[in-house]
C-alpha cells in the first residue's frame, strides 16, 4: 500500500493557526490530486515491468482519497495472482484430421491443443514470448477456482478430469512492491505532492490576503 500524506504539516498549520482549516483545506485536495497522479504512475511503472494492460492494471489500484478530517491518502493493489492469460497468452495447435477443435479456446476443427504462448515480462523488460507444450487454456470452474468462468492456463497433474493445475502470474501489488522498494514511485508522487501542496496554500493566502514572499 502506498501511504500519501504532507511531511511538515504540523508546522505549518501553527504557522498559519489562524487559517488552519484552509491549511487542511489546500492539504487534502494537494493530497487527493497526488493520488489521482500516483495511481496513474503506479499504473506505468507496474506495466514498465509486467505485460499487462493499462486498464486491468489502473482498476486493481484501488484510491482511497483524503478529506478535512482525514489528511492521508493511500493506493492499494490487488494482491491476488494474475492468471497468465492476462500475459497475451496464446493457444498453441498442431494438424491432427480426427480432431474436433474447440471454439472455446479458438482451435479449429482439424487441429487439436500442442501447449500454450506467454510473455509476461514488459517489451521494456526485453521480454519475449515463452513456449510450454504441456500447457493447455482452459474454462475455470463456476465456483471451484477464485477466476471462475475465466480462461486459465493449466497443466495436467494426473489423469482424472479435475487433475490439473492454473498457473499464475505476479500479482499488481507483488509487481508494485517491488517498484517501491526500488525508489521508482514515491519521488514522483512526493513531487507533485509538494508543487500543489504549495499552489493550494498560495491560493488560500490569496484569499485569506495574507501576503507571500
Sequence with gaps: MLTIKIEGLKETQKKYRRISGRVDHAAFRAINEAVDQGRTLSSKVVRS??????????????????????LVGTLTARSRPTLLTR??????????????????????????Q????????????????????????????????????AMGVAVRTGRGVNAYKVFLGPSVDQVLRGAINQGDIYPGINKVLGKEFDRQMRRELKRARINVA
Design 114 to 149: 500442442a501447449g500454450v504462448s506467454y510473455r509476461i515480462k514488459s517489451a521494456q523488460r526485453g521480454g519475449g514470448r515463452e513456449k510450454n507444450k504441456k500447457f493447455f487454456m482452459i474454462r475455470l470452474k463456476k465456483g471451484g477456482e477464485k477466476n471462475a468462468g
Design 49 to 70: 515491468q509486467v505485460n499487462l494492460k493499462a486498464k486491468y492494471v489502473k482498476d486493481r489500484i484501488v484510491p482511497r482519497k483524503a478529506n478535512a478530517g482525514n
Design 87 to 112: 500475459f497475451e497468452s496464446k493457444q498453441l495447435t498442431r494438424g491432427r484430421k480426427t480432431a474436433k477443435g474447440d471454439p472455446a479456446r479458438g482451435i479449429k476443427p482439424g487441429r487439436r
